[in-house]
């Protein structure tokens, strides 16, 4: 289970950050992410980093969000900075997760959070 933190209604400029927690009896978590969609739109990946803690981005944040993870936490953090009114989207966490059930490794979804830039 991913169950994430954060987000709301933030002014333009401003700097919140995420965070997106994994429960449960996990054997490993591959990549981990941070996805964003918006109404009549596809869901964009905006940021991602795998078990190594490497980290790709979209073009669009690129120098504004910075993604890391705490491996002992199991928890993966989305710090986005100089917000603009289009970063305003729901923010989905993401991650590939290898729990002791022995299902190997599955593909797993937070709920979603809100993030909604003013002007």
């Known amino acids: 289970q991913l169950v994430e933190s954060g987000g709301g209604l933030v002014q333009a400029g401003g700097s919140p950050a995420l965070s997106c927690a994994v429960s449960?009896?996990?054997?490993?978590?591959?990549?981990m992410g941070w996805y964003r969609q918006t109404p009549g739109k596809e869901r964009e990946l905006v940021a991602a980093?795998?078990?190594?803690?490497?980290?790709k981005y979209v073009d669009s944040v690129k120098g504004r969000f910075t993604i890391s993870r705490d491996s002992g936490k199991n928890t993966v953090y989305l710090q986005m900075n100089s917000l603009k009114p289009e970063d305003t989207a729901v923010y989905y966490c993401?991650?590939?997760?290898?729990?002791?059930?022995?299902?190997?490794?599955?593909?797993?979804w937070g709920q979603g959070t809100q993030v909604t830039v003013s002007s």
């Open positions: 993401n991650a590939d997760i290898n729990y002791y059930s022995g299902y190997g490794v599955v593909d797993y």
């Open positions: 449960g009896s996990i054997f490993s978590i591959n990549a």
């Open positions: 980093i795998d078990s190594g803690g490497s980290t």
